[in-house]
């Protein structure tokens, strides 16, 4: 897996990322406060799904910046 998509790394400046690998890498980065307020609206299968997606983002994360 690449550090960053084709967009992501054309579009790195940017706020308003729609794909949702750049969704990820933000919601990853997202302090804990902020994230609950996120996922206050969500059903159980869609926090359990982005959960898992998180965990394994945050990992890639941490590979990265080694």
């Known amino acids: 897996m690449t550090d960053k998509c084709g967009w ?5 400046g940017r706020t308003h990322a729609t794909r949702e690998c750049c969704q990820l890498r933000r919601l990853a980065q997202m302090p804990k406060a902020m994230l609950v307020e996120y996922v206050k609206g969500m059903t159980e299968e ?4 982005l959960r898992e997606d998180l965990k394994t ?3 890639r994360l941490k590979e ?3």
Do not use: D, Y
């Not at 992501?8 to 790195?12: M, T």
């Open 8 to 12: 992501c790394q054309v579009n790195s």
């Open 46 to 49: 869609a926090k359990t799904k």
């Open 57 to 59: 983002e945050k990992l």
């Open 64 to 66: 990265i910046r080694k």
